[in-house]
Nanobody
Framework: QVQLVESGGGLVQPGGSLRLSCAASGRRFTINAMGWYRQAPGAQRELVATMPTGDSANYKDSVKGRFTISRDNAKNTVYLQMNSLKPEDTAVYFC?????????????????WGQGTQVTVSS
């Protein structure tokens, strides 16, 4: 079993910045893609940014130029730097990790979600 621990959410004024972190831990696994999603009250969960293996990244149009996703493979950690935050960015942010996990002699494809962290942008 792999555990994801998120941190870094909070309350910030419009125009402010926050940095989210998500660290994966477990016995034996290899990470493929890592990413961030968010869910606002009454809305569906939506993709914010993803980073497959390598240096490429994909962003939701409304966050391009403001958010930056990065990953530290040595620490099994993904980050989301959020700048110029707007009230419409308010949501619970979830990290998502897709990986290969070694269980009972086999490599299995698995996906895990973090517990979610609240980001509130308000004056």
């Amino acid at each position: 079993q792999v555990q994801l621990v998120e941190s870094g959410g909070g309350l910030v004024q419009p125009g402010g910045s926050l940095r989210l972190s998500c660290a994966a831990s477990g016995r034996r696994f290899t990470i493929n893609a890592m990413g961030w999603y968010r869910q606002a009250p009454g809305a569906q969960r939506e993709l914010v940014a993803t980073m497959p293996t390598g240096d490429s990244a994909n962003y939701k149009d409304s966050v391009k130029g403001r958010f930056t996703i990065s990953r530290d493979n040595a620490k099994n950690t993904v980050y989301l730097q959020m700048n110029s935050l707007k009230p419409e960015d308010t949501a619970v942010y979830f990290c998502r990790v897709d990986l290969q996990e070694y269980i009972s002699g086999w490599w299995n494809s698995r996906g895990y979600w973090g517990q979610g962290t609240q980001v509130t942008v308000s004056s």
